[in-house]
């Protein structure tokens, strides 16, 4: 006997109601994210911009607003002021958080090495030997208190020369930057890529110091040394456990595309502007932060003990707090079923 219509109708309405209970709270309204970066166009960050680009925040039922400072310091800010929920930037902000009393934790690894350089004009160049060279003259960093700045007070420290002995400047994370050093504001710059390769490769600077291959990194930090991560406060992480554990697994998701892509791919992904200045320049730096980049997102106890013992040498707050290192990572999120 043919399917009355009343019958196809209740049978309709009872899937209806089989899908409404079966789907997922996040196959509903997108949960919203609010994420301060310092410098989003650096490459310490593209898994993060890879991550939004490439459509894995929204598939994992997130809303991410991202927010771009001119340096991680005022990303920190942004996070400690209730403007952001969550900020990318710096393992050492972690560090320093804890040491101040702040129940902050990082749950996620984008960068396992912190692919800072330092690099000099010409003149300055031709002299140094040693950081202690340095004495005297006038450092670019990002903004005061990003991890530009604490590169160079642990590059100083290590050499025994008091950070007020160099003047520093805050010059930016992007065209800002180059110009400091072209038109001579400052002598020496600790800074990123893409900003680092575009002024070697004009010949306007030169390679001090760099920390983009793990061997080098090793050489200026004594060990592994995270980097970039996503960290949140400890109590925004309790209240929103599954949206951390999204924001998590979209990361992990962006860095194993990531570790196989072409730059021609990676390329084709991001905006124009982060790369439109002069491609052959963005591909070579690519190159050169290859090995930067976290394989898993896992945060590590030991290297994490390292970052603590780093900023111990130069900040008298951190080596009175000896914060725990189990204390500044919050391992819940990071569960391996992200997909390619």
């Not at 306007?204 to 930090?221: G, H, K, N, S």
């Not at 707090?321 to 992200?338: E, Q, S």
Request: aromatic share 8%; hydrophobic share 50%; with cysteine.
């Amino acid at each position: 006997m043919p399917e009355s219509v009343w019958a196809r109708g209740f049978r309709a309405l009872l899937v209806m109601m089989v899908l409404m209970v079966c789907l997922p709270a996040t196959a509903g309204e997108a949960r919203p994210v609010r994420l301060a970066v310092g410098g989003q166009a650096l490459f310490y960050y593209l898994p993060l911009t890879l991550a939004e680009r490439l459509g894995y925040f929204r598939d994992a039922g997130l809303a991410v607003e991202i927010i771009d400072f001119p340096g991680g310091a005022k990303s920190l800010q942004a996070l400690m002021g209730g403007s952001a929920d969550v900020a990318a930037g710096s393992f050492e902000h972690v560090v320093n958080m804890r040491a101040r009393g702040q129940a902050v934790s990082a749950f996620v690894l984008l960068a396992r090495y912190p692919a800072i350089v330092l690099a000099a004009n010409a003149d300055l160049a031709a002299r140094y030997r040693s950081p202690a060279d340095l004495e005297g003259h006038r450092i670019g960093i990002t903004a005061p208190g990003s991890s530009t700045h604490l590169f160079l007070n642990n590059v100083l420290s290590r050499a025994n020369v008091s950070p007020h002995a160099v003047s520093v400047i805050g010059v930016g994370t992007g065209a800002s930057a180059v110009a400091a050093l072209r038109r001579s504001d400052v002598e020496a710059l600790v800074h990123l890529d893409p900003v680092i390769e575009e002024l070697v490769s004009a010949e306007a600077a030169r390679v001090l110091i760099d920390t983009r291959a793990e061997t080098d990194a090793r050489a200026v930090y004594g060990g592994a040394y995270p980097a970039a991560c996503l960290y949140a406060r400890a109590e925004w992480l309790d209240a929103h456990p599954e949206t951390a554990r999204a924001l998590a697994n979209a990361q992990v998701r962006a860095l194993r595309w990531l570790a196989s892509a072409k730059a021609a791919d990676i390329m084709a992904v991001l905006p124009d502007s982060f790369w439109s200045r002069d491609p052959a320049v963005w591909k070579s730096a690519l190159a050169k932060n290859r090995a930067i980049w976290s394989p898993d997102g896992l945060l590590d106890e030991a290297a994490a003990s390292n970052v603590i013992k780093s900023l111990a040498a130069f900040e008298d707050f951190v080596k009175a707090a000896k914060p725990a290192p189990a204390a500044l990572i919050d391992k819940r999120f990071v569960d391996g079923t992200a997909q390619e």
